[in-house]
């Protein structure tokens, strides 16, 4: 066997039908691995959704779902509004200036996060690993937050914290604010959510 | 081809009809031999040598409970949650099955974990067993998969939530890691495409592979052989017992002296395992999470959320990687480059090179985010196992030979290891979360630093043969 001479020939075109067969291999790879990405039924389902705010009161939040995920309206209180700014020391972003096109739209780039004042519309999914954050309105001390707690949110599985302009306190495992979703008024009690004017 | 056997026509029936096999099916015959009646495996095994085989039964345990549990189960987010109620309620003994399952797979950590602390106490994985451990390594983290992907079926919110903070970790990944979670779920959150694909993965794709690690992981053992209590090479030492003149003087064969061992271990096992069936199938919301009885859903978090208990420890790490935990890694790297270049005795090329992958680090450390980090670590704690046969450098094999002081970093290790495993359970508080910083700077540093401690202080004299008392 070891006397024989190598054949670089044959060994040449071994090393070609292995190549081709690779390349092929890999091809029949994709459809495989493609079969891993959303389908079209999946996509299809993300249209905007309509809630109706004409119920809600200061103080309170409705949770909608819109692509399967929780979206948070809430009024707040005028103290709620007023204790927003003097929170800006704490924060991580306290300007929405990060990412601003994934989790601020234009018309939330603002001290509130929000078109209306009073009206907090916010993903409630944290963006640090997913979770939906708990409620957590009573200010003062408690367990898991700050003594000086002014009300907001808390992350159950990791402890990030929101103000209730949804943006994330310093220090926190989560690097974004909440994100507010793309949404415009229909009027004033009618609320799309998925879409806004310039889209 | 093995030679033809002849059998004198005055044997018995059964003598024969081995004999007609063995003729038509050696392997097989080979195979009881190689590893069976003529493996020969240090005759000083303790207790803690039953974890092998306990996990082996766990494991055939999970496959069986499993086909039996899947004629009932349905994949579909609509029905999973009622599917298991009905195997609960209305299938004849489905409790049984069901709880025989879920506490198999807290037991196959647990004897998993032992399995392992083993490994570390009698250095297990040092040359020639490298490869043992690899295989091993690589079984444990096809096992957490396995549990993980297991734990979404039920559709409880403890399965939702679990698996939207896993597939979430991918996301961290700077540039692919959005695209990849997408990939991994299917869908924008998880849902019905999420449990169908997890739901194929946990009962064919994942017990397939850890089938062909455990086949992996029996042969490299059988290969090299048996590491025992006192960690001293019975190939090395004399040859000849009494079942054969070239096999090693220290050794016994598997069957039928382990065998028995083994099955005197199997009993114990199933006094415990039955008694948590029977009297705790949940063991106290830890091994079945309270949460998990509630059906999933997508828009409420329960108040409370944390893993399965054993993936307590490495979730601990991913909550301790913070901001500023990020800057104390910084610190760590900047230490150890500095280590490298102004203390190590290394060519100066590679002190160079040291000097700017820690310089690189250091950028990447700053730039990307915690989140990311934390991840990183979380992955790396169960990765650095891979690398302990190169980590431990201490002339002795086994803890008995080591300085007594190695037992107490063991000891500091392995609290280290339960306090993070309890942290994990726990909600997020501040108190926690430093110490649980403490306790993953503490756990890498323990097999980071290992080169250093392991090959510091005196070792103990290593006798020529095992240490074995008759009785």
């Not at chain 2, 390594?137 to 096992?143: S, T, Y």
Request: proline share 8%; charged share 15%; with cysteine.
């Amino acid at each position: 066997m070891s006397d024989t001479p190598i054949d670089s020939s044959k060994r040449t075109w071994l090393i070609a039908t292995g190549c081709a067969g690779a390349v092929g291999g890999v091809a029949t790879a994709v459809p495989f691995v493609s079969t891993f990405q959303p389908s079209e039924k999946a996509k299809a389902a993300g249209a905007a959704i309509e809630v109706d705010i004409s119920q809600l009161k200061p103080g309170e939040r409705i949770i909608a779902e819109w692509r399967g995920k929780p979206v948070w309206i809430i009024k707040r209180t005028p103290e709620q509004i007023a204790d927003l700014p003097s929170l800006d020391g704490q924060l991580a972003d306290p300007k929405s200036e990060r990412k601003p096109d994934e989790f601020t739209p234009p018309y939330a780039r603002n001290e509130h996060r929000s078109i209306k004042p009073e009206i907090l519309v916010a993903v409630g999914i944290c963006p640090h690993l997913g979770c939906s954050p708990t409620e957590k309105y009573t200010p003062g001390p408690q367990p898991s937050l700050p003594d000086d707690w002014k009300g907001g949110f808390l992350c159950p599985c990791h402890g990030s914290t929101f103000d209730l302009a949804g943006r994330v306190f310093k220090n926190k495992p989560s690097p974004d604010n909440l994100e507010i979703p793309p949404h415009m008024y229909l009027s004033d009690t009618r609320l799309l959510i998925g879409e806004d004017k310039k889209a | 081809m093995a030679e033809f056997k002849e059998i004198s026509p005055n044997a018995s029936a059964g003598a024969k009809l081995t004999n007609w096999f063995e003729n038509r099916f050696p392997t097989m015959f080979d195979a009881y031999r190689v590893h069976m009646s003529e493996y020969y495996a240090p005759k000083n095994f303790n207790f803690w040598y039953i974890f092998g085989s306990l996990a082996l039964l766990v494991l055939v345990i999970q496959i069986v409970t499993g086909i039996f549990l899947v004629m009932h189960y349905k994949p579909d987010a609509a029905k999973a949650f009622e599917s298991v109620e009905y195997i609960m309620r209305d299938v004849p003994w489905g409790w049984l099955i069901r709880y025989m399952h879920s506490t198999g797979a807290s037991a196959f950590f647990i004897v998993v974990y032992l399995h392992m602390f083993r490994g570390l106490l009698y250095g297990s994985y040092r040359k020639p067993r490298e490869l043992v451990w690899i295989f091993g390594c690589a079984i444990f983290l096809a096992l957490m998969g396995e549990a993980f992907m297991g734990y979404l079926l039920p559709w409880g919110q403890m399965s939702y939530w679990g698996a939207q903070v896993i597939v979430n970790l991918f996301s961290a990944i700077p540039f692919i890691g959005p695209d990849l979670a997408l990939l991994i779920r299917g869908d924008y959150v998880v849902s019905d495409a999420t449990l169908n694909r997890f739901f194929s993965f946990h009962v064919i794709a994942v017990p397939l592979v850890l089938l062909g690690l455990v086949v992996a992981h029996l042969l490299a053992l059988h290969d090299v052989g048996s590491n025992n209590p006192d960690g001293i090479e019975i190939k090395k030492g004399p040859k000849g017992n009494r079942w054969s003149a070239t096999a090693p003087a220290d050794g016994i064969p598997f069957h039928p002296y382990y065998s028995v061992h083994d099955i005197f271990g199997v009993c114990v096992f199933l006094i415990v395992f039955t008694a948590v069936i029977f009297f705790a199938p949940e063991a106290g919301g830890y091994f079945l999470e309270y949460n998990n009885f509630i059906p999933a859903d997508p828009l409420v978090t329960p108040a409370h959320i944390a893993p399965v208990w054993y993936f307590t420890p490495f979730y601990s790490m991913l909550r301790a990687i913070t901001t500023e935990m990020v800057y104390v890694l910084v610190a760590c790297v900047v230490l150890g480059a500095a280590f490298g270049v102004f203390k190590a005795k290394l060519p100066g090329v590679f002190k160079g090179l040291i000097a700017v992958a820690a310089a690189v680090t250091v950028a990447l450390m700053l730039a990307i985010d915690a989140k990311f980090w934390g991840v990183v670590v979380m992955g790396g704690a169960v990765i650095i196992l891979f690398f302990l046969p190169w980590l431990d450098c201490s002339p002795a094999r086994s803890i008995r030979y080591r300085p007594t002081w190695h037992k107490y970093v063991y000891a500091v290790f392995v609290v280290n290891f339960v306090i993070l495993a309890y942290l994990g359970v726990q909600p997020p508080s501040p108190v926690g979360e430093r110490v649980s910083q403490l306790g993953t700077l503490i756990y890498f540093g323990f097999f980071l630093l290992m080169p250093w401690w392991s090959a510091k202080g005196e070792p103990k004299p290593v006798p020529d043969r095992v240490t074995y008392q008759a009785h």
